[in-house]
């Protein structure tokens, strides 16, 4: 286990920021104060301080920290793997959320692609970040992806289709 190099933190950073934009600041403020992250064999783990610091005699714990995801052979941006069930931290940051039509649910689960049809609501689009946090209508978090976008006016974006990499 050891700390994460500089270069490795621009990577996972670069990343998250593709995730959450313009509220990684308020994401660090949250973070920095009671977590911290380290490398495991390439795989990065968020660890809680407090939970760290613990010296117990005998007792043997399971798991202390929460695996963000792993570095795949070269260390660059395209080669970080982000788990699923990371993604709970990022949720309450994430600029760009869609909800999907319930009766369409078992078609995106087999098929891995979400069509404009699909759709039931959008929060805060924000065109500059192509990365969509997927939930269904009753508000549980399906997956990731990213959006395919269509322009049909100067000033008219539409959501072709988003792309699910990261599901249930």
Known sequence: MRKLFKSEIKILFKFIFNIIGINLN???KKIIKI???RNIKK???IFNK??????????????LGVFIGNFIKKRNMKNFKINYFS??????YNL?????????LRDILSKYIIHEKDIALISNLDIKLRF???YTEEGLLLGCGFMILNNYKKNLIRIKSIDLF???
């Open 96 to 104: 760009n959320k869609v909800w999907i039509k319930k009766n369409t």
């Open 132 to 134: 969509v946090t997927v």
């Open 26 to 28: 308020e994401f660090l």
């Open 87 to 92: 993604l709970n931290l990022f949720n309450h």
């Open 166 to 168: 990261c599901h249930l």
């Open 43 to 45: 795989k990065i783990f």
């Open 50 to 63: 407090n939970l760290f610091n613990i010296n117990t005699k005998g007792i043997k714990l399971v798991s």
């Open 35 to 37: 977590y911290f992250l």
